[in-house]
């Protein structure tokens, strides 16, 4: 079955893609100027070379996906969808949100010239106060309740509902930022991640489909300009913002969950991490050469670009999984 608002998806993914180029094109020479990435120093020796790439690259797409999910929900309230019209608002204000404390901790790094921006703890709270908000929206404006829904029924979760529910977006909100560490990564698995929510949410989930169209028109236009060998890096503000609006379609979706399966690349990314440093307390020695994930297949020897092509493959692959577990 074809959806009818098919041609307003055409139209929103050329319109983030057209866009994000242009504004790319206009703001490289300029960021060049004033906003040069610093490197962070542990990473890979090898990395030491894009030091000086210009940053805040995620400027680009936080304006063209924005504008593009505003008019959208403009256009949805006026054909009667007032809620999916809300929908779309409540994700696009959590996704600018959250890309305001990677703007703000991208400029820190940028003043320091240093890559250290906010501290972990000052970024967890701002995070939390946007992952509060959106649920307080969602559930007061649009009735959301504690049940989640899956193709074989559903599960009321209770009270539990809430913490499962800010776990997922304070885990992928932040994983998603793990993940840029390798030229056109996080906009590689962002791109594979919008491809697979339009698989899901076509036909049935319009604010979904549109997110999804967004993200992979805007992420395509991006990667122009990010695949290795990078001419700029979206820094937290871009890494920050696909996060916040990818795990925010969970949520129309009825299954924050899914987040597990269609963000299964975030997950590897994270749990890379924590099984580094666990393993590294109890044993003194390093389970992978280097974490996140990425950087160990780096020095592994696997190039920026097959990494890339991995991680798409992998997102679509677990996202098999998601389909199987949700669609009905």
């Not at 990677?102 to 940028?110: A, E, F, N, S």
Request: glycine share 8%.
């Amino acid at each position: 079955m074809v959806d009818k608002y098919f041609p307003l998806y055409l139209l929103v993914f050329f319109g983030a893609f057209l866009l994000t180029v242009a504004i790319e094109r206009v703001a490289i020479p300029k960021l060049k100027l004033h906003a040069r990435q610093p490197i962070y120093t542990d990473g890979p020796a090898w990395h030491i070379k894009k030091s000086g790439t210009p940053t805040m690259g995620g400027l680009a797409f936080l304006c063209s996906i924005s504008l593009s999910l505003i008019l959208s929900a403009l256009f949805l309230y006026f054909q009667g969808m007032a809620e999916e019209s809300l929908a779309l608002i409540i994700s696009a204000l959590y996704a600018i949100g959250n890309s305001l404390v990677g703007i703000i901790d991208d400029l820190k790094k940028l003043k320091n010239k240093q890559n250290g921006g906010l501290t972990p703890k000052q970024k967890l709270l701002l995070q939390f106060f946007f992952a509060v908000c959106f649920l307080a929206f969602r559930s007061q404006l649009m009735s959301d309740s504690t049940v989640i829904y899956f193709s074989s029924g559903k599960v009321d979760l209770g009270i539990l509902y809430y913490p499962i529910s800010l776990l997922a977006l304070l885990g992928t909100v932040n994983c998603a930022n793990l993940t840029d560490g390798v030229d056109g990564l996080a906009s590689s698995v962002a791109f594979s991640i919008g491809i697979s929510l339009f698989y899901i949410s076509a036909a049935l989930f319009h604010d979904v489909a549109i997110i999804a169209a967004a993200i992979i028109g805007a992420t395509v236009g991006f990667l122009i300009f990010n695949i290795n060998p990078a001419k700029i890096f979206m820094g937290d503000t871009g890494s920050l913002f696909l996060g916040a609006l990818i795990v925010s379609t969970t949520f129309s979706l009825g299954n924050p969950l899914l987040i597990i399966l269609i963000g299964g690349v975030y997950v590897i990314e994270g749990f890379s991490v924590i099984m580094q440093v666990v393993y590294y307390k109890l044993t003194k020695k390093r389970l992978f050469k280097m974490a996140p994930l990425h950087h160990h297949l780096e020095r592994c020897g696997i190039s920026e670009n097959k990494i890339c092509i991995i991680s798409i493959i992998v997102t679509l692959i677990l996202s098999s999984f998601a389909f199987v577990v949700f669609l009905p």
